[in-house]
């Protein structure tokens, strides 16, 4: 018999990475081209395209974008899906450590929330809704910075979890920040290509960032299950 909690928090988890990552290179394969500052180039390149890029309907060459599209918004829509119900089921590692408690429980709402927005970005193509995708692509990131804060106290002072997770989430919080604030006053990618390239590839090591976060954090969680189930 699967137990639900092993297959939630940490099988789950890797897998969705795992199946992101392979359905987000198929999609960048199948990028027809064009960045935004230049609609000429040919096919997907990594430090002028944006993730979201590959969400457009239309390329920014002008064609059509539909097999790129679909990966790109079953991905996020997966990704947002597994990690709601991911963050919904972490609070039950911490039940009975009333000093944590209460912040696994505000940083899973957050984490939720963020889910979900992760959702709306996959479902608003930004050649097409551009205001609800941007809306969505800014706050999901600063709902997970909430949720990494909150789980680097719970981590950190928890009494069934090593120090080492709670360091990790909190790393995991310090580059959400460092992104962030590019995000809000690191050059603007009107001004230039080196300005797009920065923008392109901080989104890209934040990236990397979550999925290195998601499987440290999974072994924290197969440990505790380990703990538990002995």
């Not at 960045?35 to 993730?51: C, H, K, M, P």
């Not at 059509?64 to 990966?71: A, H």
């Not at 918004?73 to 089921?89: K, T």
Request: with cysteine; glycine share 10%; hydrophobic share 50%.
């Amino acid at each position: 018999m699967i137990d639900s909690k092993q297959l939630i928090l940490v099988a789950s988890p890797r897998w969705c990475v795992g199946v992101f990552i392979l359905l987000i290179i198929l999609a960048m394969f199948l990028y027809p081209g064009g960045t935004y500052r230049d609609a000429n180039t040919e096919g997907y390149i990594l430090s002028q395209n944006f993730l979201s890029d590959l969400g457009r309907w239309s390329a920014w060459n002008g064609d059509q974008n539909f097999y790129s599209s679909f990966f790109f918004s079953f991905s996020f829509l997966m990704v947002g899906v597994v990690f709601s119900v991911f963050y919904w089921q972490l609070p039950s590692l911490f039940y009975n450590d009333q000093k944590v408690h209460l912040f696994s429980r505000i940083g899973s709402v957050a984490g939720i929330l963020g889910g979900i927005f992760l959702v709306g970005v996959g479902l608003t193509p930004g050649d097409v809704i551009l205001g609800p995708h941007d809306f969505f692509a800014t706050w999901f990131i600063r709902f997970f910075l909430v949720s990494a804060l909150c789980y680097t106290v719970v981590f950190y002072r928890s009494t069934v979890t090593q120090t080492k997770y709670g360091l990790g989430y909190a790393f995991f919080a310090l580059f959400i920040a460092a992104y962030i604030g590019i995000l809000e006053i690191g050059p603007d990618i009107k001004e230039s290509l080196s300005a797009l390239k920065v923008q392109v590839v901080s989104q890209k090591l934040i990236c990397l960032t979550f999925i290195l976060a998601v499987a440290f954090q999974t072994l924290g969680n197969q440990e505790v299950l380990s703990k538990k189930g002995n």
